[in-house]
């Protein structure tokens, strides 16, 4: 088993900035990725960034150039450097791990994800 808590989150000003962090404890040794994900009200589940051991990175196009994830594997945390803030980025964030073999880290669904932290709010106010 692996256990996710994410931290960080919270309210700031269109244009601003929040980092998030992933703490994971357990059976870290399994996660093959991480990634982190968000949900607004009303709508699924969406895919924001993902890292994998070689610190190969991916993100979904709105927020490419804004947000950077990265990984100390020292301390078994990742993180989510969130820039330039904008309204529709309001959503609970939620990070993830998967103990599935990806041939590219972009392939990091929902479905493929093995263990969730509990979600941190970040509202954007325009």
């Known amino acids: 088993q692996v256990q996710l808590v994410e931290s960080g989150g919270g309210l700031v000003q269109a244009g601003g900035s929040l980092r998030l962090s992933c703490q994971a404890s357990g059976r870290t040794s399994t996660s093959r990725a991480m990634g982190w994900f968000r949900q607004a009200p009303g709508k699924e589940r969406e895919f924001v960034a993902a890292i994998n051991w070689s610190s190969s990175t991916y993100y979904v196009d709105s927020v490419k150039g804004r947000f950077t994830i990265s990984r100390d594997n020292v301390k078994n945390t990742v993180y989510l450097q969130m820039n330039s803030l904008k309204p529709e980025d309001t959503a609970v964030y939620y990070c993830?791990?998967?103990?599935?073999?990806?041939?590219?880290?972009?392939?990091?669904?929902?479905?493929?994800?093995?263990?969730w932290g509990q979600g941190t709010q970040v509202t954007v106010s325009s």
């Open positions: 993830a791990a998967t103990t599935h073999v990806l041939l590219v880290v972009a392939a990091l669904t929902t479905d493929l994800c093995d263990y």
